[in-house]
């Protein structure tokens, strides 16, 4: 049968799925609704009486939004921890849950996508950066090359977690020759969505907290912390209530790969840290400013002792192997990394690159509640996409929902 | 709503006419080039033509918005004598005033710094909300800050959409109908001298200079960009900065780069000048100096 004849089959398949469910599935929808529609309204507000109502001003112009952008492209290259065992050492434990990092890494794009759309000025002129249609800077501004590489990322992902669903729905094995060169393309390109993000801060002489080279690596580090602890609670939540199993072994697979790049993120870290504490020049101000506050103004020192006690504690946790193979201990080492990184890579990194500003004043930015339900927002749509995601893939995985050739029914 | 006052019922067919052209439009401005350096000086004058409408509308009084072009061989330079500024914020309101900036929210191209003499010219010791019940204040010296229009410009590198750039005459530009508002190059300047419309910039009808530039002192709408353009409705008619006519002590020089005879080339060439985070290598055209 045609893929034409075939392809509204499986969309029509997988509305029927997302349309059923329990009432924890229901309160959960109904819960992200709440959200989404609660950050619509104020993004409405913000559009009509323009970004006043977020405490962005001109001494700190990027804010809330730009970090939880910056930190969600770190979740999206994540998706390549897990690609590049399953598909190069054809590793099967980890092979089984890879579209899931795929799913993961087009849910986190979509939001970052949204974060930059919801953070312009003129959100009716974003046709301004296609190019053709507009005229992107490219290749000058790494904002154009930011733009590019997120798009071909969320494109690439999209295609390959499809595909193979859709051959999976039609109970055929996947094509290798669509699929392998994707993936092997999806390996530079995740380790490129994220260093063009840290060069799009790193680039900027004006502001010496960023104009660090060791941004890049960071970032590359941060992301294999944090994308995988995400993970890594979701397989524990399909396992919980579907029936997919995952191998203890892979998780605690993932783990080990955690542990390392959170040493890696704090090794990085500390040699930055070393750096400005020991030469202690006029650019140690913004660091300062992060850690111990400069005079009356400390409203982030807690948040960044919170960070730095989150990601120690982490990586204590999982490099003992008995830490990550006890399920107590994996689940603490994961919200750790997890709230630790959002810290850091967050506002942890765009508000002290800002403050104090160009000519030396500080202004003290704290999100505004606008902003907050905006941000709540924006979480909520991904999470709605990745939901119903899910609510496909795993019955597809599980051989649950499958195309039959006499029927054309699901079941 | 009271049912008298409201809006007269669009028929369909008025619906789809203004739908069909509004599609039509957008489909030709799609097609053809879009950012206002890219326009021919024909669809460039119509565009003011129709801008000119819209701002008289608005304002109730004629405004003009010039596209007077760069003049050739001229390269405008900036000098600010240091000992000799008193702090007195004149250039800051007569900037305001000249270039139709928002007063509410307020926005400010100049930014004058207080700084202390025991420290020199350091960033992180100034106050730029200095207010003394008179300047200037013992010990204290100021330093104005604006756009330097470096030639170097990490603002116009950053831009992705290139809504920024500098002109021949090295004047950096904001094509303000083009700006998405993204404030990449806010985060780009060293010297803080981008400016975002936060909200709906207002300007009281009496206090609009009617005289306007398009690249420059036009009224801008919200959510995009502005900066100082070293007047450039003023400057490319031959006319000093507003902020130069301004000074009460003579502190401002302003002129042709390319005129060895000019006042701005003697300043370089007989004045101890420097100019500001020289390490950062924007190249500004924007010069600090000592005159005594």
Known sequence: ?411 | MDPEKRPPPVSRRQFASVAAAAAAGFILTACGPKRLRELSRERLAALLEDLEKDYTKRFGTAVVVADTPPIEGVTFAYALDLSRCIGCRRCVYACVEENNQSRDPEVQWIRVLGMNKEKGIDFSESDPYYQPAEVPEEGHFYVPVACQQCRNAPCTKVCPTGATWTEPDGIVVIDYDWCVGCRYCMAACPYGARHFNWAEPTIPRDHLNTKTHYLGNRPRPKGVVEKCTFCIQRVRAGRYPACVEVCPVGARKFGNLLDPKSEIRYVIENKRVLVLKEELNTMPKFFYFYGT
């Open chain 1, 1 to 411: 049968m045609s893929i034409v004849s075939q392809f509204p089959r499986f969309v029509a398949g997988s509305f029927r799925l997302v349309r059923r469910g329990n009432a924890a599935y229901w309160a959960w929808l109904a819960f992200l609704a709440v959200l989404i529609v609660s950050g619509a309204l104020a993004f409405a507000r913000q559009v009509s009486e323009g970004l006043v109502v977020t405490a962005m001003r001109d001494q700190v112009s990027w804010g809330f939004y730009i970090g939880n952008f910056t930190f969600l492209v770190g979740v999206a290259a994540a998706a390549v921890v897990l690609v590049i065992p399953a598909y190069i050492y054809d590793w099967k434990p980890i092979r089984e849950i890879v579209i899931y990092g795929e799913l993961l890494a087009v849910s986190a794009i979509l939001m970052c996508l949204l974060f930059v759309l919801v953070d312009i000025g003129r959100p009716d002129r974003f046709w301004h950066l296609i190019p053709g249609l507009g005229h992107l800077n490219f290749p000058r501004s790494i904002l154009a090359w930011d733009v590019l590489v997120l798009n071909i990322y969320f494109a690439i992902n999209f295609v390959v977690a499809t595909h193979i669903l859709y051959r999976a729905f039609n109970g055929r094995h996947y094509d290798t020759r669509i699929v392998v060169p994707l993936v092997l393309l999806s390996i530079p390109m995740a380790v490129g969505i994220h260093t063009v993000t840290a060069f799009l801060f790193n680039g900027l002489a004006a502001r010496p907290y960023w104009n660090s080279s060791i941004l890049a690596p960071q970032f590359l580090a941060s992301a294999f912390c944090s994308g995988p602890a995400i993970l890594l609670i979701l397989f524990q939540v399909l396992r919980r209530f579907t029936r997919f199993e995952i191998q203890d072994q892979a998780i605690s697979k993932i783990a080990e790969l955690m542990a390392y790049a959170l040493f890696l993120n704090l090794f990085l870290h500390g040699a930055e840290a070393f750096k400005e504490y020991y030469s202690d020049t006029q650019h140690l101000l913004y660091t300062r400013y992060w850690f111990s506050g400069l005079g009356e103004h400390r409203t982030l020192v807690p948040y960044a002792w919170t960070a730095v006690a989150l990601n120690l504690s982490a990586f204590l946790l999982f490099i003992i192997p008995a830490g990550r193979r006890h399920w107590v201990t994996l689940n603490l080492g994961c919200l750790a990394t997890y709230a630790g990184c959002y810290i850091d890579k967050g506002m942890g990194l765009i508000i002290p690159g800002l403050t104090p500003d160009a000519l030396g004043e500080i202004y003290e930015y704290v999100p505004s509640l606008t902003e907050l339900r905006v941000a709540a927002g924006v979480f909520a749509v991904g999470f709605l996409v990745f939901t119903l995601m899910l609510k496909v893939a795993v019955p597809i995985s599980l051989g649950e929902f499958q195309h039959e050739p006499d029927t054309g029914e699901a079941h």
